[in-house]
């Protein structure tokens, strides 16, 4: 008998009435672990109805107390990240220490907020015109919704609710279908650490939920990460109904490696960046490009010594270097884009497609794959992977490897490695990328800077966490201010200036 999880509202579990509902696997053994009920439109409005109740008194909660109780959820997902590394490896299958990173990732987010009282300090200028003064406020928007991927079931969230929350919001998440329990762990801890009830909601369900969140009027606010198609479809529905939108979509993301690099970083950094968390990172490396043929030549033949030696295995496994993909339908996606890629005429380097790990013949495994003289034309340059494929695509060069990254659809992230200061320094403003590492393979930004890509990596303004997300969960006010002991100019007919 498999377990069915809930959705969560006003501070408890709420079971789903749909009678729909989507099975969750542990991608290891490829057995169904759980159920997750997946909302209609009537569940998903009850649930927006608590939000909306109580967000006003949470909005009229002053920054410094709610930041008080995010730190204390701080402390309590600190206490319990064994059991949410375990609980979060179990559904999405990476290994027990990237899971860390995961939560650790988004906790970062999450102390930042605790600056909610500065980040939302307005501005004042004295004495505008004669005995005027203006100022403005940040106010809360009301109910924000989220709407988050399987790769970072805990970092995503964290990294939308906890400025959501922190300005004064009430925030619906509607996590990804595959991984749900983190999320709904989350939300037990955030009522432990002092949240009032109605604030932090999470609605399971599929395209039906998210419909319904963008065509309830009384959502002003929507949060999205997932691939590419579906963010620019939920940028434009929400725009449509009025909504605020920030759309996070899918990467391919290059490393370019010049021949001054350091090679030894350079293949340490591929390795991890490519394999890590089974490339299922919209920050994974998924193209190498190195300069020249003789970089080309020693990148190729030291990657491929590496990836002999990588290990696949699962969660618990301490010397696995990454786990199995989340799905079924992933692995098959994934092996489907390798057998293109030998189509297209590529050169097939290492093959992960038909492997097993001893133990759990259910798995959805997909060992390393590596391709070698990758042409721009390919599908399997020009389309997302995400999954544990590396494409090494030779540029002659350093104009050439600049274009590769500059063309793409996409504009996530990139990285170049060299010891040449000047080359880094065009590099990083010439191209035309969202995120970029000099000599750093994953160039995450920290939390007090923010996140976001470029072209079909983002819809929408502002990126996510940093100072943005405090201005995107809240809108301005100004106010103009004269007090009646100030002059009287009498009636004036004419538009006033300032001068
Ligand atoms: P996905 O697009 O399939 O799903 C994302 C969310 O959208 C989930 O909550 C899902 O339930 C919902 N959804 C799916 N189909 C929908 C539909 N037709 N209508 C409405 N909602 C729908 O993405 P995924 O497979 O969960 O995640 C992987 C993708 O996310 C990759 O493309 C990856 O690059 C991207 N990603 C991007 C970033 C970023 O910051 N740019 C970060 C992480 C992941």
Same mark, same amino acid.
């Given at each position: 008998m498999t377990r069915d999880l809930t959705h969560y509202s006003g501070g408890a579990h709420r079971a789903g009435t749909s009678g729909r509902f989507g099975d969750v696997h542990d991608p290891a053994t490829g057995q169904i672990t759980s159920r997750v009920p997946l909302a209609d439109g009537g569940e998903v409005a009850d649930i927006v109805g608590v939000a909306a109740a109580a967000q006003p008194a949470w909005a009229a909660t002053n920054p410094q107390r709610r930041a008080r109780i995010l730190?204390?959820?701080?402390?309590?997902?600190?206490?319990?990240v064994d059991e949410l590394a375990a609980l979060l490896s179990a559904e999405h299958g990476k290994t027990l220490a990237d899971a860390k990173g995961d939560i650790a990732r988004g906790i970062e987010v999450v102390e930042f907020c605790a600056a909610a009282p500065h980040l939302l300090k307005g501005e004042f200028s004295d004495s505008v015109g004669t005995g005027i003064d203006v100022h403005s406020l940040r106010q809360p928007l009301g109910v924000?919704?989220?709407?988050?991927?399987?790769?970072?079931?805990?970092?995503?969230?964290l990294w939308k609710a906890g400025p959501a929350l922190a300005a004064g919001n009430a925030f619906v998440l509607k996590p990804s279908e595959r991984d749900p329990s983190v999320p709904l762990r989350l939300a037990e801890l955030l009522t432990e650490a002092g949240l009032p009830d109605g604030i932090f909601s999470v609605v399971n369900g599929d395209k039906v939920a998210v419909d319904a969140l963008l065509d309830d009027p009384r959502i002003k606010a929507v949060g999205f990460v997932g691939s590419t198609p579906i963010a620019q479809s939920i940028y434009a529905h929400a725009a449509a109904n009025g909504?605020?939108?920030?759309?996070f979509g899918g990467a391919k993301n290059h490393m370019i490696i010049l021949p001054d690099a350091d090679l030894d970083m350079a293949v340490d950094a591929l390795i991890g960046a490519g394999y890590g968390s089974a490339g299922e990172r919209c920050m994974a490396i998924s193209v190498a490009v190195p300069v020249g043929e003789q970089t080309a030549d020693a990148l190729v033949a030291r990657l491929k010594e590496r990836i002999d030696g990588l290990r696949l295995g699962e969660a618990t496994d301490p010397e696995a270097d990454f &786990?199995?993909?989340?799905?079924?339908? %992933?692995?098959?996606r994934i092996e489907a884009a390798i057998a293109t890629g030998i189509e297209e005429g590529a050169e097939l380097v290492a093959d992960g497609r038909g492997r097993t790990v001893d133990g759990y013949p259910g798995g959805f495994w997909v060992g390393p794959t590596l391709f070698d003289r990758v042409r721009p034309e390919m599908a399997l340059y020009r389309e997302e992977i995400f999954g544990p494929v590396l494409s090494v695509v030779r540029a002659a060069d350093y104009e050439e490897a600049l274009r590769l990254p500059t063309e793409h659809e996409y504009g996530n992230g990139v990285a170049i490695f060299t010891r040449? &200061?000047?080359?880094?320094?065009?590099? %990083?403003?010439?191209?035309?990328v969202g995120m970029v590492g000099i000599n750093v393979p994953i160039p995450v930004p920290i939390a007090y800077y923010t996140f976001g890509g470029w072209k079909a990596s983002g819809f929408g303004d502002l990126n996510q966490h940093g100072a943005d997300a405090f201005r995107f969960y809240t809108r301005t006010k100004t106010v103009t201010t004269r007090w009646p002991s100030g002059i009287r100019a009498g009636a004036s007919f004419v538009m006033p200036e300032g001068s």
């Open positions: 730190l204390r959820f701080v402390d309590l997902v600190n206490e319990h924000v919704a989220g709407i988050t991927p399987f790769n970072f079931p805990a970092m995503i969230p909504k605020r939108a920030q759309c &786990g199995p993909v989340v799905s079924a339908a %992933a692995k098959e040449d &200061g000047d080359a880094a320094r065009d590099f %990083a403003s010439r191209v035309e």
